[in-house]
């Protein structure tokens, strides 16, 4: 595998973050966080990850493109799993198609959690509570479903946004010789991108708003007319 087909699979694994979990998948998250502390949660969830980290690492130069990719999807279903379950904990309504998508895009950079919507910026009503302090314009959450443009478009960037960032982490760790030098995810790296997660998950379950950071989407929620102005 080459680097640019590398990168392709990478974008790929950041699509369809908790909307191809199985119906049992849902079930079985839901019945498993019954009795776990927000913490304990997190420290066994990074524990999967490292153990991973640690196991991909022992290889060091005989590690390649396709095992790095193996790891990812590993962190892919835990980090799945712990996110969600951290809204699960919270006591938390969980979006499983579109949450994901929107913890990912805080996670990235291109949108941010709030508790409140400054004038002049675009956000996602994520909360069912009253919710005061809004002086820009508001879209709700419901615009997201179905594979709207809006939702489709916001899923697309949160992937290839977190790409970019994980790529560039690979490419400071290893010095751009990513196929080389150690290989795989290791296990800080592993940790790295599962607690940046959960505290971007975190960060949601408490928050109000998502407040879109991206100029492309907030100008199609305000083209869409489903957007309220305060």
């Known amino acids: 595998m080459d680097f640019e087909s590398f990168k392709d699979n990478v974008a790929k694994t950041f699509k369809g ?3 191809d979990l199985l119906e049992s998948e849902r079930t079985a998250l839901r019945e498993k966080v019954n009795g776990y502390s927000l913490e304990f949660w997190r420290m066994e969830h990074i ?4 153990a991973s980290g640690v ?4 290889w060091g130069f005989l590690i390649t493109l396709v095992a ?3 790891d990812l999807l590993w962190c892919k279903k835990v980090g799945t799993q712990a996110c969600l379950g951290i809204g699960l904990i919270n006591g938390c309504e969980v979006d499983f198609e579109e949450d994901m998508n929107h913890i990912l895009a805080i996670w990235s950079g291109l949108a941010e959690a709030a508790i409140f919507v400054p004038a ?3 956000g996602i009503k994520v909360s069912k509570k009253i919710l005061p302090k809004v002086a820009g314009m508001v879209v709700e959450k419901l615009i997201l479903k179905g594979g709207s443009k809006i939702g489709m478009k916001l899923a697309a960037k949160a992937a290839s946004k977190a790409t970019t960032k994980l ?22 790296i592993n940790v790295w991108l599962l607690t940046g997660l959960m505290d971007a998950a975190e960060a949601y379950y408490k928050s109000d708003y998502l407040i879109i950071h991206d100029e492309e989407i907030a100008s199609l929620i305000y083209s869409s007319n489903a957007a309220k102005c305060y």
């Open 167 to 188: 790529i560039a982490k690979l490419m400071a760790k290893y010095g751009g010789c990513i196929p080389v030098l150690g290989g795989a995810i290791s296990a800080g």
């Open 120 to 122: 002049g910026k675009v």
């Open 17 to 19: 973050w908790g909307s």
């Open 47 to 50: 524990g999967y990850v490292l």
């Open 55 to 58: 196991l991909f690492g022992v």
């Open 68 to 70: 790095i990719t193996a």
